[in-house]
């Protein structure tokens, strides 16, 4: 069978600057498909890399003649452009089965189906062992209901099978297919972060996670935390270092967690030699860096100049109703560590909260002025399906926006109970105007001795991303 993976021609996400990822997400499935189907053709087409437009990327699949196309989904917010993706793949030739996955596919794999007669199947949840069992059921003819994890049509109507259980041993999983791309890995950098010289890849240390916040997709989509072993993980640092040239590697984990799994980690990449111009990042819980403070250090030693940390708000309460498990106070201590330890320090924080008001907004902003992280990513809290805030807001009436194209935290979907869209819209403007306008911060930024902070305030300063932001409010001008 001919596999052909795709990811769809999009506009990268302007709040993070230019930045161009490997698409990780089906380099994975590539190389798990390939691993384990020793007759398979597959490739990759990554219209970023590539530069491939829609007429660009029909040329491709015209001249690949794939048996299956599968296009990388992600999140949400690229709901359009995977049926778009799909629409393609059929008009070339009807016969190409489509195959979706991804995080939003799976929750809403039945409206999927009925809303896009050209997806033919949906993958739920984790994907690996459902496509490749997928792939071997359409050759041998065998019944599709055995396959857990998937969704299909059947006699007019969608079918449902089994979920899947989560894979245990991720040590058992072959490396990324970043060989299906070998030609464009030069052309994948984080410019506002690492500059265009540093060649950036992705690395998964482990899926899931144990903690259960009300606005997040991961903890239902992967399961609890399960994490590949500090050896293996160190092996892919050095197998994408050595073999492709990266220098800057993005830990993909939601919440790895730190104790003594960091602490081999750590001790498995200095003994490899690698770590003299290496550039790592990872998210790290508030809590996790005050408890394992010591292990900053060694972290910073083997690359790590960059951290984030999901702060969200200064309001106890509401932290307590995201089941976030965390302290307002928790967040400067946090970012004081990690600044004293010369890693730069970046929060994502949460407006547009059911009880929001202007003015209680105006004191947040005023708290995380006292926090004081390196960066701040203001987000609005958007409520996306599979988790609790999407059934919540559903159920009470609260969504005005239903078009995906919009969920991407930076436009308000919502209102909350004293403000208008438009009005959440123009707060969060103001958050990145407050924030990004203090002079004593920029310059700051500019002469600061973690590189990365000052290649990012450097990059904002050119391109002007918050007058962006301005626009997104005048958009939604009654």
Not at 430 to 450: A, Q
Request: glycine letters at 6%; one cysteine or more; a negative charge.
């Amino acid at each position: 069978m001919k596999v052909l993976f795709i990811e769809p021609p999009k506009d990268y996400w302007f709040i993070m600057g230019e930045y161009r990822p490997p698409p990780f997400g089906i380099l994975c499935l590539a190389a798990y498909l390939e691993a384990h189907l020793e007759d398979a053709e597959i490739s990759v087409v990554d219209c970023q890399a590539e530069r491939l437009q829609w007429d660009g990327l029909e040329d491709r699949i015209t001249t690949f003649k794939p048996d299956m196309v599968c296009p990388g989904a992600l999140s949400t917010v690229n709901t359009y452009l995977v049926a778009r993706t799909v629409q393609l793949a059929k008009k070339v030739n009807p016969d190409i089965t489509t195959v979706v996955g991804g995080l939003h596919f799976s929750v809403l794999a039945q409206e999927s189906l009925e809303a896009y007669p050209e997806i033919d199947f949906v993958v739920r949840g984790e994907g690996e062992n459902t496509l490749l069992e997928l792939v071997k059921t359409l050759e041998s003819g065998q019944p599709l209901k055995q396959v857990n994890g998937l969704n299909y049509r059947h006699q007019g109507k969608v079918v449902q099978t089994p979920d899947r259980t989560h894979i245990k041993d991720l040590d058992s999983l072959p490396y990324p297919g970043y060989h299906f791309v070998r030609d464009h890995m030069k052309h994948y950098h984080f410019t506002m972060m690492a500059g265009k010289k540093n060649p950036y890849a992705l690395i998964e240390a482990s899926r899931g996670c144990n903690h259960k916040c009300s606005f997040c997709t991961q903890w239902q989509y992967w399961g609890r935390c399960r994490r590949k072993s500090p050896k293996r993980v160190a092996d892919e640092f050095e197998y994408v270092y050595r073999e492709f040239g990266s220098r800057f590697l993005w830990l993909t984990d939601d919440n790895l967690g730190l104790g003594k799994w960091m602490d081999q980690f750590c001790d498995e990449l200095l003994n490899r030699g690698i770590t003299d111009d290496l550039l790592w990042f990872m998210q790290i819980r508030a809590d996790d860096i005050i408890k394992h403070q010591d292990l900053l250090p060694k972290m910073h030693q083997t690359g790590l100049h960059w951290a984030m940390s999901g702060v969200e708000t200064y309001d106890a309460s509401r932290l307590d109703n995201y089941r976030k498990g965390l302290d307002p106070s928790m967040a400067k201590q946090a970012m004081d560590l990690l600044k004293a330890n010369n890693i730069m320090s970046q929060t994502t924080a949460i407006i547009g909260d059911r009880n929001d008001t202007h003015e209680s907004i105006e004191a947040f902003r005023k708290w995380l002025d006292d926090v004081n992280p390196d960066i701040a990513i203001f987000m609005i809290l958007t409520p996306y399906p599979g988790t609790e805030l999407y059934e919540t807001a559903k159920r009470e009436g609260w969504i005005e926006d239903e078009n995906w194209f919009h969920y991407d935290m930076v436009h308000a979907v919502m209102p909350t109970e004293h403000l208008s869209r438009r009005e959440v819209q123009k707060e969060l403007y103001k958050c990145y105007r407050n924030f990004f306008g203090s002079w004593r911060r920029r310059i700051g930024g500019l002469f600061s001795t973690n590189r990365i902070k000052r290649s990012c305030y450097r990059y904002m300063m050119k391109q002007g991303v918050v007058l962006i932001l301005k626009d997104l409010y005048e958009i939604l001008r009654p």
